[in-house]
Structures are given as C-alpha cells and as structure tokens.
C-alpha cells in the first residue's frame, strides 16, 4: 500500500491519519520530492479509472498560468503533471490493484 502524500497539505495529512489509526502504515511517496513518472502517473490513473485531465488540480497557479484554456491529450496532460507536480491531485491512496482521491480524507477507507 502506499499513498501520494502531501505533507502540507491538510486533506492529506488527515487521509494518512485515518489510515494510520486504521492500522495501515502505507509507503508514503511526497510526490512534490520524488516525481511520478510518465509510467508511474499512467499506471495510478488507470488504477483510479479516470482520465488525466480529472487527475488535476485546475485551481493551481501553475495550471493557470500554463494551462487554463487549453485542450491537450492524455499524454500531454500526463507530462504537465511530471513537469508541474502541483497539478496531481492529492492525496492518493493505493491497495493492490485500487486506487481512490482521498477527497474527502476518509475516501481512503473505501479499499481498506
């Protein structure tokens, strides 16, 4: 198991807290330190069952200044998020073969 962490981030730090006091201690992954790759970011998204796009976080600065108006595709959408790792939504939570958005935190106990 193992979570994309933020540790600034409130969400975040409160999904881990609830895993934690569930007893599960997942591999945590501070994402903005070690960015997924290309590979990495596909796989969690297809894990989740989404597409790119609904992976990111449309009210950063850096999806603003970058992004806001513009169609790209899964793979471009991809490589913004290795290239501006603010974008990824957080946190994420994955056991085995699933994947869930820890928005609410306690989304996380869905596949626990």
Request: proline share 7%; charged share 30%; with cysteine.
């Amino acid at each position: 198991m193992k979570i994309y962490h933020n540790p600034r981030c409130g969400k975040s730090r409160q999904a881990l807290k609830i895993l934690i006091e569930n007893g599960i201690n997942p591999q945590i992954i501070e994402y903005l330190k070690i960015i997924p790759t290309a590979d990495e970011l596909k796989d969690v998204i297809s894990l989740l069952g989404i597409r790119p796009y609904d992976l990111l976080r449309r009210g950063e600065k850096d999806f603003k200044d970058n992004f806001k108006g513009k169609e790209l595709n899964d793979s471009q959408w991809i490589n913004a998020m290795v290239e501006y790792p603010k974008l990824i939504e957080r946190p994420i939570f994955i056991n085995g073969s699933k994947a869930v958005v820890g928005r609410p935190p306690e989304k996380v106990l869905d596949i626990i």
